[in-house]
């Protein structure tokens, strides 16, 4: 398609309008060279009036020309990214976002997670919220259980929401959610009628949680459509490690989103969309008691799995100190390796 041809969409009764913003007052030399391009649009993004979209244009550019320089892409190659980018685009739905896998698979959304999220105090670490959490979740009493039977193999979560000071956090609303055994969680299934494999808790007095779930299973993000193929040709599976979803929050604590993962997955190191932190990686610890497992309410008694953990909630205010600390140390090497 020429580029005029949108036009012929239009209704063309009235002459085309500029946006009315004027040729720039400085002059801008005419490009005989490719440089000549990168520094011209880096002069006319320097008319951006927000400071820090100006700062992110130029930078974005920047690396954005250097890509293409270095990468010396040809018009096919260019021509590829377009299409691959449409389609991706095309491929979200009001239920699916594709755009959001494509920043997953390249690492961005959880970078961006990181940088915003940063710790301090032994605090837990922040994972993806994934696209699987629903408002719907029931509320379940301590000990209870989120995943109805058959769904998996038995699992006891247990642990305290606490204080970078140790201190137990009372009445915390915990919620969490988790994939069945067959790799789906229940809004992947059509004749869905309740919520299963998740639920909502409050922490007791002494910060206590404890809840009956079943060991998470892993599971591939679409393969189907733009983000599939680009998994397939840069010989990448699309599998997510097991984990458990998590969410905590408190009046005057920091929310925090979560989920831990079971060091026995193979997929563990290479989770396709980056979400896996040292920090959340858990041991799960085996209970071959059948009388303990009927005493933790497991209706057909036997064995079950055991994860232990704590969550450590940052208070608003130590979130909001230590995000300004990593941002400012991140501005500060920006300009030192600008002015080097
Ligand atoms: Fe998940």
């Excluded at 008319?47 to 920047?62: A, D, G, H, S, W």
């Excluded at 691959?84 to 961005?108: A, K, N, W, Y």
């Excluded at 206590?208 to 193929?229: C, K, L, N």
């Amino acid at each position: 398609m020429a580029h005029g041809d949108f036009d012929k969409t239009q209704d063309n009764a009235q002459p085309a309008v500029s946006n009315g913003i004027p040729p720039p007052s400085f002059p801008l030399p005419l490009p005989d060279s490719p440089d000549i391009i990168t520094a011209n649009l880096l002069l006319l993004i320097g008319q951006t009036p927000n400071p820090r979209l100006k700062f992110i244009y130029q930078l974005l550019v920047k690396h954005l020309h250097a890509f293409v320089k270095e990468s010396n892409l040809s018009t096919d190659e260019w021509m590829a990214a377009i299409q691959f980018l449409t389609l991706v685009g095309q491929t979200c739905t009001p239920l699916r976002q594709e755009m959001i896998l494509l920043s997953d698979v390249l690492g961005v959304s959880a970078l961006v997670d990181a940088l915003n999220n940063p710790v301090m105090g032994g605090a837990t670490e922040n994972s993806v919220l994934g696209p699987f959490f629903t408002e719907d979740a029931e509320d379940i009493e301590h000990g209870g259980s989120i995943a109805s039977e058959g769904k998996g193999e038995y699992m006891y979560v247990e642990g305290r929401v606490l204080t970078t000071e140790g201190e137990p956090i009372a009445g915390a609303v915990i919620e969490t959610w988790e994939a069945d055994d067959n790799g789906y969680y229940d809004t992947q299934y059509a004749d869905r009628t309740h919520p299963d494999c998740r639920g909502r808790l409050h922490t007791a007095k002494d910060g206590s949680f404890g809840y009956r779930a079943i060991v998470p299973h892993a599971y591939p993000i679409p393969g189907d459509g733009p983000i599939g193929g680009l998994l397939i040709s840069q010989g990448r599976h699309n599998m997510r490690p097991n984990h458990l979803h998590m969410m905590a929050e408190a009046p005057g604590y920091h929310k925090l989103i979560t989920s831990l993962y079971p060091d026995s997955c193979d997929y563990i190191a290479s989770d396709t969309v980056f979400g896996v932190k040292k920090s959340l990686v858990v041991k799960l610890e085996q209970v071959d008691d059948d009388a303990e497992a009927r005493k933790r309410g497991f209706p057909k008694g036997g064995s079950f799995k055991l994860l232990k953990r704590d969550i450590v909630l940052l208070t608003e205010e130590q979130s909001r100190l230590t995000r300004r600390q990593v941002v400012g140390e991140l501005e500060a090497s920006y300009l030192q390796t600008k002015d080097n």
